[in-house]
């Protein structure tokens, strides 16, 4: 049974930041699976690190919009849906990313292991062609500080390489006159794999003024060179003109109607355009004894916001945000093994350069022009990594990276009041993480790490400040020391359980200070602390019932000042999830999930919050397969209770609006169709 397969496959394919692929060895296993860059074999049982792994087709189906939609049921990850295409999903890792106005802050996303975070630290999720992802690894806890800056977590997707021709159509359709089309075109050989993928996605959203338009073409090519060497070159096109923004709601008017929107984003034609291009090429060396990797890459970000309001006073920098930013880096890593052990030396450097306009909001139209600045950022780091086999049971793994960021502004508008806000900083830290994990049983091992991080602002973070124009000089780098203890166990009928504990300390962390209209300051808290737990369950329950289960709990509090013992705004303190797959017959799939998250604090004095909910989905799918040709159908029912709930938080939003509303109940459906050749 396919399904069943998928779901219970054991293929961790290894972050890169751990250079070994994860191989499960049990007395109720058969097979031992290695899918991995580095091909390099440590049992999963004794990797000190909680790291999940998530099969796409285990997942519900869905539109393919909303990278969330994969990360669900992961522990310790808040996934936030705002509904709102303008601001992007935003994740959440122990805390990690809950200041983001939009997009991922304080999380490093990869995909196949090229960096998707800029040089800076910030992220969105909507560049990712989610037609081409095959799997995902989340990365939490100390070790994940070893990826420098932003290593709150680490996110890594990885696309489905093409192992056959074919070609696949598919189309998906939704409520509020939502559609999505999506072309795969492939094309394989014993050593060279092409891929063109395309989409077009429209709709007119949930709530008035809530439209959105986004085309994405990719192309992808695999070369397999000779038995050492092998290529990948990738480029994707993630063009979004239309993007509306209905803004967030007020408790009150989140209560008397959820669909509604607010007048100032209509009266002001709150909106925001997206065009993102990236290529890449990596090449991977193989040998007896080691692998290498050397992998470049660049691209260019177009960005145009419109923000609720006119900002055409002197000390403004305006309300229509422009910025065309160009970005490029390289990376290269060798890993030596040994016989019970290996290290990994690498070198990354990265560049970001964005020219910032802004100009006044008049009435919707692109008015005077108050802001004219160049923006640099180069993040330059170094690290080593290693791994030993200390004995039978033990194991220690561990490592240390430098990193130097240096952050540069030359501003160009000084007609108004003669104020020039140019200036530039930077930033060096050293960030280590070492662990030790014991295998006291054939299915059965814990382990201990602690690590050290820090994380810098990004330029955006760095852009305004509450009073006056220019850059917020008082922003600085936030440094954080981890702990996490685990229990791995595999269990018959490949049942696998993880249980985790955890402690972050952080000085200085970045914090939402304001939040006005789309526009966002922010500050450093002295210290911060969070505390939390996490459990995940997965397996078979009988040969067509399978079942994902995980509970997060986290508490992360203010540790002095005013603030001492409040929560930290924006992180829900517990979560749970549930997914039962049932195949009756090899064709049909059923599947249920359940998602409950706890009441989460919209501000520093958490008089404040978003009420806890409970929500279920549920979706069939049905294939049929006749010669070379396979049909796939099916149909989803989100929040079948029709439950009003808030999907995200606007954190410290100075107006009241920190309502992100969710939908209602919603129906959608999908069809492919592809055929071999």
């Known amino acids: 049974m396919l399904y069943s397969a998928v779901f219970r496959k054991l293929t961790y394919t290894g972050l890169p930041l751990l250079a070994a692929s994860f191989v499960v060895h049990s007395a109720d296993v058969d097979e031992t699976v290695v899918v991995t860059a580095t091909q390099s074999e440590t049992p999963w049982l004794t990797t000190a690190a909680s790291i999940d792994r998530v099969n796409v087709e285990s997942t519900l189906p869905s539109m393919k919009v909303d990278a969330g939609d994969a990360l669900a049921g992961v522990a310790g990850i808040q996934a936030d849906n705002r509904y709102n295409y303008a601001q992007d999903t935003r994740l959440v890792v122990r805390g990690f990313g809950s200041r983001a106005a939009f997009g991922v802050r304080g999380l490093q996303l990869n995909v196949d292991g090229i960096p998707l975070s800029m040089p800076d630290g910030q992220a969105q999720t909507s560049s990712i062609f989610l037609d081409s992802i095959d799997s995902l690894e989340v990365l939490r806890g100390p070790l994940a500080t070893l990826y420098g800056n932003s290593g709150g977590g680490v996110v890594e997707w990885f696309s489905r390489k093409p192992t056959e021709t074919s070609l696949e159509w598919g189309g998906q359709f939704s409520e509020n006159d939502t559609q999505r089309y999506n072309v795969n075109a492939q094309w394989a050989t014993d050593n060279k794999q092409l891929q063109l993928l395309a989409s077009d996605f429209q709709t007119d959203g949930p709530r008035r003024h809530n439209s959105a338009e986004r085309q994405q073409q990719a192309v992808r090519w695999y070369h397999q060179w000779d038995d050492q060497n092998r290529f990948i070159i990738r480029y994707d096109n993630n063009d979004a003109p239309l993007l509306q923004d209905p803004s967030a709601l007020t408790p009150e008017a989140w209560r008397e109607d959820p669909t509604q929107t607010v007048q100032r984003a209509v009266d002001f034609n709150t909106r925001k355009d997206i065009h993102h291009r990236q290529g890449s090429f990596s090449w991977f060396h193989e040998r007896d004894n080691g692998e290498g990797l050397v992998s470049l890459w660049q691209g260019d970000r177009d960005i145009e916001q419109f923000l609720p309001f006119a900002g055409d006073d002197n000390t403004s920098s305006g309300a229509v945000i422009d910025v065309s930013r160009q970005f490029e880096g390289a990376h290269a890593r060798w890993r030596q093994r040994g016989v019970n052990w290996s290290a990994t030396v690498g070198a990354q450097i990265e560049r970001q350069q964005d020219h910032r306009f802004g100009y006044v909001n008049d009435s919707g139209e692109k008015g005077d022009l108050r802001r004219n600045e160049f923006n640099w950022i180069e993040n330059a780091s170094a690290y080593l990594r290693f791994q030993w086999q200390l004995s039978e049971q ?166 002095n000042g005013p603030l001492q013992g409040n929560q930290l705004p924006g992180v829900a303190k517990s979560q749970g999830y549930l997914r039962l797959n049932w195949q009756p017959t090899e064709q049909w799939l059923v599947q249920l999930a359940g998602q409950y998250r706890n009441e989460t604090p919209v501000n520093d004095a958490n008089d404040t919050f978003a009420p806890s909910y409970t929500t279920w989905d549920i979706a069939v799918s049905r294939d049929w397969q006749w010669s070379k040709s396979e049909l796939d159908v099916w149909a989803r029912v989100d929040n079948i209770t029709d439950k009003d709930y808030v999907g995200a938080v606007v954190v410290n939003q100075g107006s009241g609006r920190s309502f992100e509303p969710a939908v209602g109940r919603q129906a959608s459906v999908g069809i492919s169709w592809r055929r071999r050749f």
Request: no cysteine; aromatic share 12%; proline share 2%.
């Open 394 to 559: 033990w194991s220690a793994s561990g490592g240390v990276r430098y990193s130097d960021i240096n952050y540069e502004v030359k501003d160009y508008f000084t007609e108004l009041d003669n104020s020039d806000d140019s200036g530039n900083s930077d930033f060096s830290e050293t960030t280590a993480a070492v662990s030790v994990t014991w295998q006291f049983l054939p299915t059965s091992a814990t382990y201990l790490s602690v690590g050290q991080g820090f994380e810098t602002p990004t330029l955006t973070e760095l852009a305004y400040r509450n009073q006056g124009s220019g850059l917020n000089r008082e922003l600085g780098p936030s440094t954080n020391d981890q702990w996490e203890w685990g229990i791995k166990h595999q269990l018959p009928q490949n049942w696998r359980l993880h249980f985790a504990f955890f402690g972050i300390k952080s000085e200085d962390e970045i914090l939402v200070d304001q939040s006005n209209d789309g526009r966002t300051t922010y500050r450093n808290a002295s210290e911060t602390s969070r505390e939390g737990a996490e459990l995940s369950i997965n397996g078979a329950l009988t040969q067509q019932l399978e079942l994902l289960l995980s509970y997060s709990y986290i508490d992360a509090t203010f540790d």
